[in-house]
């Protein structure tokens, strides 16, 4: 059970993982869109200025302005650009394929989110598949503990025999002979070997639960922080 929620917990960060990557490149695309619109835009009014200062409309203050802006617009492009390429290299990582040339942004989750962040956070302790693990590792700590304390009881072991000889051609042939035995056997360890590995068990047990603690803290705080950055 703690393999499989493990591998839950793993799959679930792996999608997770996925859907960044899908959203960050979407956004990166489209500021790059918007850049290359401001960079158009910002030509085609430096060539109505340039036109304007020509026939005497307008000075060369106005054309050096919107030379500046080019510039402005072109160091906005080159950081787009690196957005892009770091993104791209995001979601290969991430998916494993090259990304497709037309990607949109999913639907708004808001429907299917919780209420308010109270019900979030329980949701999230009760579900979440680390903590799942976690749980399922105290317990079999806890069943290694009683084994181990089994281990230092007797073992009852039980035999039962019968025997009947009939041999009519000597005399005293007839025997019989039935037995029942009951054996109490203990394994006597040196050094208190069971002793110790029951013990150690036992605060195995009480790390599991104290990182379970600590898993449900962390796990508490990511979510409030995300619902103040979502609010």
């Known amino acids: 059970d703690r393999a499989r929620f493990s591998l839950e917990d793993r799959m679930e960060a792996t999608a997770y993982r996925a859907v960044q990557a899908y959203i960050a490149l979407v956004a990166a695309r489209e500021a790059m869109q918007l850049m290359r619109m401001q960079k158009n835009q910002l030509t085609e009014m430096r060539t109505r200025i340039a036109i304007s200062v020509r026939d005497g409309g307008g000075d060369d203050s106005e054309l050096a302005r919107a030379d500046d802006l080019i510039l402005l617009a072109d160091n906005g492009l080159a950081n787009a650009r690196a957005r892009e390429a770091t993104a791209i290299a995001n979601y290969v990582e991430a998916v494993g394929v090259e990304p497709p040339t037309s990607m949109s942004l999913p639907d708004d989750p808001q429907a299917s989110l919780p209420n308010d962040v109270m ?71 040196t050094g208190l070997g069971p002793v110790h590995r029951k013990n150690r068990a036992e605060a195995l047990s009480a790390q599991a639960r104290a990182e379970r603690e600590a898993t449900r803290a962390a796990l508490e705080r990511d979510i409030r922080t995300a619902w103040a950055g979502y609010e």
């Open 119 to 189: 019900a979030a956070i329980t949701k999230a302790v009760n579900t979440h598949p680390q903590i799942a693990a976690i749980d399922k590792q105290a317990q079999s700590f806890i069943h290694e503990a009683k084994a181990e304390g089994a281990a230092a009881l007797p073992r009852l072991e039980g035999n039962l025999s019968y025997l009947k000889r009939d041999q009519r051609d000597v005399i005293g042939g007839e025997a019989t002979d039935a037995r029942a035995t009951l054996n109490l056997n203990w394994d006597i360890e």
